[in-house]
């Protein structure tokens, strides 16, 4: 199943780096690619979604702006510590337009996705959508 909206199975943005109130973090899940989160101009920026139950994901869809090199950790306790590296991606500069990159995962259970954004093509990244497929455990 691919989710328009994260925020409606009841997923949050429970941590982010940087914040802007015309931008907040919660844009990121609200399944509109017309909203964002931007950071501010300093590297490593991350946030981390925690799902409402135990999630199986077998791929992340981010759509960005300006991110070059993106890590994503999870982990399947109830807080948000001691994450486990699952992948890590390069994104291309795609010069004025969002980038859509989907990501395979291997389809474990998670409650806590982290994505740390390393570097960037410009000073400021923005984080349009974060979409997954999924089937809950």
Same mark, same amino acid.
């Given at each position: 199943? #691919?989710?328009? +909206?994260?925020?409606? @199975?009841? *997923?949050?943005? %429970? ?8 931008? =907040?973090?919660?844009?990121? #899940? ?17 946030? #981390?979604? &925690?799902?409402a139950? =135990?999630?199986m994901? +077998? *791929? ?9 090199? @993106? ?5 399947? +306790? ?7 590296? %699952? ?25 806590? @996705? &982290?994505? #740390? ?11 349009? &959508?974060?979409? %997954? ?5």
């Open positions: 199943m #691919i989710d328009s +909206s994260l925020s409606s @199975l009841g *997923a949050k943005v %429970v941590v982010a780096t940087s914040s802007d109130e015309n931008h =907040p973090p919660e844009n990121i #899940i609200d399944g509109n690619s017309n909203t964002f989160w931007m950071s501010t101009g300093m590297f490593p920026q991350e946030f #981390i979604i &925690r799902f139950e =135990p999630t994901i +077998s *791929a992340v869809t981010v759509d960005s702006y300006n991110v070059k090199h @993106l890590k994503i950790e999870k982990n399947t +306790s109830p807080n948000a510590s001691q994450f486990e590296s %699952v992948t890590e991606k390069e994104f291309e500069n795609t010069e004025g337009h969002l980038q859509a990159n989907t990501i395979l995962l291997n389809g474990n259970g998670t409650t806590h @996705l &982290r994505f #740390i954004i390393t570097a960037a093509h410009d000073h400021f990244v923005s984080v349009h &959508r974060v979409s %997954v497929q999924n089937g809950h455990t």
